[in-house]
Every structure is written in C-alpha cells, then in structure tokens.
C-alpha cells in the first residue's frame, strides 16, 4: 500500500517537474525575444522589433508575455507615425481583461491613447471621448484600490495547474522595461481623465480633477478648464506662472495665442486698463511676434484715444522699428493723426506723404490722402 503510494506520489513530482521545465524553457524564450525587441527599440530598428514582437504574440498564449508584447508593438507604432495601427493594439490589450493579471501595462496603454487624442493626432468623435474616460474613471477607481489594498486578482485568479506552475515560474520573467509604481500611474491617469473632462465639457468635474493633480500638466489643464469655463483672467494668471518651469516652449506659445484673445475681449469690452496691462505683457514676451505687432497697435489705439501722446507715439515706433509688418500702415496713419491733433501740421504732412510714397497700393490711400488735404489746408490757415 505505501509502496503504491509513494509511486503514485513519485510520478506526480516527475510529471510535474518536466511540466514546470517545459513553462520554464517557454518563459525563458519569450523573455529573451522581448528583450531582443528592446534593444532594436533602443537602436530604433522599428521593423526588426516588431518582427519579433508579433511572433511573440503567435507563439506565447501566456498573460505575462502578451501585455508587455501588446503595449510594445503599440509604442513601436507610435514611433513610426502610424497611430491608427497603435490605438488598434492598445484597444487589444485593454479589451482582455485577463491581461490585467500580468501588470499595470493596460494603464500604459489607456494614457498612450488618451494623449493620441489629446494631442489631435488622432480624430475623435465626442461618444469616444466620453467612452474612454468612462473606462479612464474605472481604471482610476482600480488603481486606488490596489494602492490601497495590493494586488486584486490573486484572490479571482484561475487555480488550474497550468496557470498555478504560470505564476510560479513568473516570478523569475524579467523584461529590461519596468513599468512606473501605482501610484506615479494614478497621478497619469488623472492627468489624463482631465483632459477627458475638458474635451468634453465637463469643466466642473475637469476642475475638481486638475486641482487635485500637483505636476505641471495638473496646472496646465487647469488653465485651459478655466479659459474655457469663462474664467480667464484665472486661466492666463496661471499660465504665466507655469511660463517659469515651461523647458518646452509649448505653454509659452499657448500663453501668447491665449492672453491676446483674452486681451482682445477686454478691451472690446472697454476694460482698457486690464487690457494694456496683458498687451504689454506679450509685447515685452514676444517681441518680433505678430501677438507683439498686435498688442502693440492696441496699444496705440487705447493711448491715443485717451490723449496719451507720448506712450502711442512709443509704441508706433516699435510697431515700424520691429520685424513685424502686419500693422505698419495702420500704426504710420495713427501717427499721422497725434501729429495733427497736436496741431504740428508740418509733422503731420510728412507723414502722410510717407505714407503715400511706401503704401501706393494700400487700401488707405484715399484716407492718407485726405488728411494730406487736411493739414495743407491747415498750414495754409492756421500757420
């Protein structure tokens, strides 16, 4: 009887151990074609890597292997402009809920989708956005779940001996790319569900998020919920404080197209104060710019309009001195007119027939030479 026994006991452990070599050997494999594929990542060789990382989905049905092959062949993709094949393998491994088991790789795959549309690269309807950031709501419950209370799946994991000798030999699978800790993924998705908010005009539930997200991007979308929620002067305060850590330009530029709007509205809405206060801003920011060109012929509209000489005749003359021609006639016309209010008609004249000799085709002829008409009259009577 124990002779039987320990036979049967004896075959088990022999069965067993030549199964776990066989998922062992497997692992190893599709370990080491992976890291092969990042290396060709690394040395941008784009078609070798996806070569192995395809076979690699064709020949490993293991969760362990498939995520990080999924998210891979999707970042490779990317890398070669082609985004609509990208998003197809991100929506696959987001779709398999099973590879959820083998780590935090679909949260990868939800942010790189999430920037795709963010970032325009990808054209999207509103029912997606609002499909995704349903999921991007969900994903963020998880991972607050997980950080809270560690791994969710072990208790609902599959108990088969296959998947059983799968974990065991898991422990060992190490790829040369490491997903960041929960909670830095968390502060991403966050980011990302935001943006979520803001694309589809969910300002409130966008401003709760952002206010919340300590990162620069935080601060960002925060200042895009605010000038699109009616809350600009919010909106431009805190993209010039952001100017300060901006390392990329891009909030730099954002803040130039963003304050002259802004500064636009005031000053059509006769808040000249604000207004000049925001123009004068970009002019000394962007010089050379057309917001600078811009900013500068407002200028020179509000301060001659209220009498203020000396600062419109400053600001024309950056207007013609910059090299920016987009309002060189309107600012040499406006100078023509200080000059007459000024009653310095010979000054005044000068001017105008300047402006006759550089601007022949200039759709202000006629009025250029009216105001010539002006002030020959005007020296003739009144000296």
Not at 151 to 163: A, C, F, K, M, T
Not at 189 to 203: H, P, S
């Amino acid at each position: 009887m124990k002779k039987g026994f320990f036979l049967i006991v004896t075959l088990i452990f022999i069965f067993l151990s030549i199964y776990g070599v066989y998922y062992y050997q497997k692992l190893q494999k599709a370990e080491n074609a992976i890291n092969e594929s990042i290396i060709n990542l690394r040395e941008k060789n784009y078609e070798g890597a996806l070569d192995i990382l395809k076979k690699v989905l064709l020949n490993y049905d293991f969760a362990i292997v498939k995520a990080p092959a999924l998210y891979l062949i999707a970042d490779t993709y990317e890398h070669l402009n082609e985004y609509e094949r990208a998003v197809e393998y991100h929506k696959t491994l987001i779709a398999d809920e099973k590879l959820y088991r083998a780590g935090l790789w679909y949260v990868q795959s939800l942010i790189s989708i999430s920037r795709l549309y963010r970032k325009g690269i990808i054209e999207t309807s509103r029912q997606q956005n609002l499909t995704l950031t349903r999921y991007a709501e969900l994903v963020r419950v998880r991972l607050k779940n997980q950080i809270a209370w560690g791994n969710l799946d072990s208790e609902n994991s599959s108990r088969d001996l296959r998947s059983v000798l799968i974990s065991f030999f898991s422990f060992n699978f190490d790829i040369a790319i490491s997903l960041p800790e929960p909670i830095a993924l968390l502060d991403e998705v966050e980011g990302e569900l935001g943006f979520l908010y803001l694309r589809t005009e969910q300002y409130d539930k966008a401003e709760e998020v952002f206010s919340k997200v300590d990162t620069p991007v935080g601060m960002f979308g925060l200042a895009k919920v605010y000038l699109n929620s009616g809350q600009e002067y919010k909106g431009i305060a805190l993209l010039e404080k952001l100017m300060e850590f901006d390392t990329t330009g891009k909030v730099r530029v954002f803040y130039g197209k963003e304050a002259f709007k802004y500064a636009e509205k005031l000053y059509n809405e006769e808040k000249y104060e604000e207004a000049s206060r925001i123009f004068n801003k970009i002019h000394k920011e962007f010089k050379n710019t057309q917001y600078s060109e811009l900013s500068l012929y407002y200028l020179a509209r509000y301060y001659y309009e209220f009498n203020k000489f000396g600062d419109a005749l400053n600001s024309i003359d950056n207007i013609l001195s910059n090299a920016v021609d987009l309002k060189d006639e309107d600012a040499q016309l406006i100078k023509g007119y200080i000059y007459f209010d000024k009653q310095d008609f010979v000054q005044a004249l000068k001017i105008f027939n300047d402006f006759l000799k550089r601007y022949p085709d200039s759709n202000s002829t006629k009025t250029a030479e009216e105001w010539k008409t002006m002030c020959e009259r005007s020296i003739k009577y009144l000296g």
